[in-house]
């Protein structure tokens, strides 16, 4: 299966002319697009602009499938393929990537993996009313560790799987806990320190911050532990307050036809 730059879904059979940029020298030379593998290769190139532009494709290609696009037109989650091949520790590699450029496409391909703009909205609706701060935790109903024990016969009470379980999570490989839930997953491997650094230290433009936003406010909707690791994260919850939440500011007059450049201070 092979896909255009936008993340959509290229017949074998069709033609596209060389100069829209969708032949390259991977495999099947011939055909126009770009494939998972090819993509994933892509990502770990030692040119910048390769990286980029393959976590850019993959960021179209997981939104395009949370939206039902490929439904029709494959067996299968697109998603879930993507992430049994590791799709969720190649963002979390490039989130490291120094360059500007692609950090910037990494955190978009994870934005479009973990947050849904429509439950926000209607979340956010449902603030204002009775206890409208009280929502369930969005944390994935049936864990692969419950599962198990209920194979073998083993019947245990809430109480008891909560311990028993996070014993067993803290003790599992990350691409193993990953497998059935990609926040835990991704909170292993350290995520929340890294996004504080590109907030308080790269300083990005004001699309990465309101991206990397959206994506703790879907970590702290996990579970209760999860929010506890958002708030002992050193100096993430105190830059987000001064950065984005100051209680003084400078007013700046906008300039007609000028982009907003920074959303710090």
């Given amino acids: 299966v092979h896909g255009s730059l936008k993340g959509e879904l290229i017949p074998p059979d069709k033609e596209f002319p060389t100069h829209l940029g969708l032949h390259h020298h ?3 030379a011939e055909r126009a697009g770009y494939s998972l593998q090819e993509l994933f290769h892509l990502s770990r190139s030692q040119v910048t602009q390769q990286r980029t532009l393959a976590l850019q494709v993959l960021g179209h290609i997981v939104q395009k499938a949370k939206a039902g ?19 969720l520790f190649l963002l979390r590699f490039s989130l490291d990537d120094p360059v500007d450029n692609v950090m910037a496409a990494t955190v978009h391909a994870l934005h479009a993996l973990l947050v849904s703009l429509d439950d926000e909205e209607y979340l956010d609706k449902a603030f204002s009313w009775y206890q409208g701060m009280t929502v369930y935790p969005l944390i ?7 599962l ?16 028993g379980k996070k014993i067993k ?7 193993e806990v990953a497998r059935y839930d990609v926040v835990k997953g991704l909170l292993k491997t350290k995520i929340l320190h890294r996004l504080r650094y590109i907030l308080e230290v790269m300083r990005p433009v004001p699309l990465v911050v309101l991206e990397i936003l959206d994506i703790l406010i879907r970590v702290a909707r996990h579970s209760t532990e999860a929010c506890v690791q958002v708030l002992d994260c050193p100096r ?16 700046r007059p906008a300039e007609p036809g000028k982009l907003l450049e920074s959303l710090h201070g």
């Fill in 26 to 28: 991977g495999e099947e």
């Fill in 69 to 87: 696009g490929f439904a029709s037109l494959l067996k299968g989650s697109v998603l879930q393929v993507l992430l049994d091949a590791g799709f």
């Fill in 140 to 146: 994935p109903n049936s864990e692969e560790g419950e």
């Fill in 148 to 163: 198990e024990e209920e194979e073998e016969g083993v019947e245990l009470t809430p109480n008891q799987k909560l311990p």
């Fill in 169 to 175: 999570d803290e003790n599992k490989p990350d691409a």
């Fill in 236 to 251: 993430l919850v105190e830059t987000i307050i001064r950065e984005f939440l100051p209680t003084q500011w400078t007013s």
